[in-house]
């Protein structure tokens, strides 16, 4: 059967929205271009007019997770302070909580793409770094390095970059207890589990307890639900 004509764009999005379950449930290598054109119902050929490569496809899906992120965009207009860093880090610790539902769950599709990656040649995991690198540290830097010059924060021997893959690898892994059906591990209900965390992640970069107080329960939840689309991975 013919594929039903689509625009340029329109059909390179079915592609990626095809592929992103495939290959959150079988990896890079176990998923194959053909499985990926059944799944969006065209055949290679077309498939290979849009995407070269299944790194081409890979690549694309982590390129629209990171680039039509509208809390992103918002968070990268705030200026650097104290409370930027603080907001940034609920909305990441918010955005990776959220992604323990069920594997047809984008989010969850994201993590587990990223986890199996680790599993695998670590290429999709590289170029999610990469992008975090380019998009999405600067602000958490920026911002803690702002809170350090107001005396919010200590000073670290630890640079900021290492910090912030800390703090980021430190949730990615506690959303993965959340992900199995009857998770492994038993935590306090998710509105405490998010403050624990956040309060963990805090004191660990750096933050004053007075200074957490003052900020934490700034960050609005208006404020988080339009930020919490964080990448995550």
């Known amino acids: 059967m013919q594929a039903p004509r689509l625009s340029r764009d329109s059909r390179r999005q079915q592609i990626l929205d095809s592929a992103l379950p495939l290959f959150a449930r079988h990896g890079f290598s176990g998923t194959t271009t053909k499985a990926i054109a059944d799944a969006a119902g065209i055949s290679e050929a077309l498939l290979f007019k849009h995407f070269p490569t299944k790194s081409a496809v890979y690549s694309a899906i ?14 990268r207009a705030l200026p650097p302070s104290t409370g930027t860093l603080v907001l940034f880090v609920r909305g990441m610790v918010n955005r990776f909580l959220a992604a323990g539902g ?3 769950d984008e989010p969850t599709q994201k993590l587990r793409l990223t986890l199996l ?28 390095e702002s809170a ?36 492994p591990l038993t935590y306090p209900p998710i509105a405490q589990l998010e403050r624990e965390t956040c309060e963990f992640i805090l004191r660990g970069i750096g933050l004053t307890d007075a200074s957490i107080a003052a900020h934490l329960d700034c960050a609005s939840l208006q404020q988080l639900a339009d930020l919490s689309t964080l990448e995550s991975a």
């Open 117 to 144: 990656s680790h599993l695998e040649d670590g290429e999709f995991a590289q170029i999610l770094y990469d992008k975090v690198e380019q998009l999405v540290m600067p602000i958490f830097t920026q911002s803690l």
């Open 148 to 183: 350090i010059a107001a005396g919010d924060a200590k000073s670290s021997q630890a640079s900021s970059r290492n910090l912030f893959w800390l703090a980021h690898h430190t949730v990615c892994m506690l959303a993965t207890t959340r992900m199995p059906k009857v998770p």
């Open 62 to 75: 982590l390129a629209d997770v990171c680039d039509a992120d509208p809390g992103l965009v918002q968070l």
């Open 102 to 104: 069920p594997c047809s």
